[in-house]
């Protein structure tokens, strides 16, 4: 079931509310009192200061703001928007790949555990130097450390 909110402006008293916490006290008992301001006076005080407690009416009054510009206005304000859409895509892309290389980094870090523990469970069987490092892949340096 929809919901149809008629709403008088013209008797709803905007100087009533000089302060956002005026506003908030009566927002428990009525949510439409911050729009009934806004669509009222979307450029007073104590809207703007709402918009920042207020998700939904900020987003409100940047769309009002983009449809009252004029054309190049409205242009200049879609292409911002596209470079700030564009370096959050860059941002959660640069995120993944420095996700990524740090799970390559630790699966090499990994093997390379598993290399030092492999030549040193085949040196204490008594294996040579030689064919631990043949059998493990690591250098003869690091398997004489180990020994």
Known sequence: MQEIHFIELPKLNADRF?????VESKRDEDNLIPWAL???????????????RIKELKEAAEVLELLSH?????ELYES?????????TNIIGATEEA?????????????????IETAKNLLSMGLDIEKVVKATGLNKEKVEKLK
């Open 18 to 22: 000089k302060s956002v916490d005026e």
């Open 38 to 52: 806004f669509l009222k006076n979307p450029d007073s005080e104590v809207i703007r200061m709402l918009e920042e």
């Open 70 to 74: 004029d054309k190049k206005a409205r």
């Open 80 to 88: 911002r928007q596209k470079a700030i859409h564009d370096q959050v």
């Open 99 to 115: 996700r990524e290389e740090g799970i390559k980094l630790g699966e090499e870090k990994g093997r390379m555990k598993e290399k």
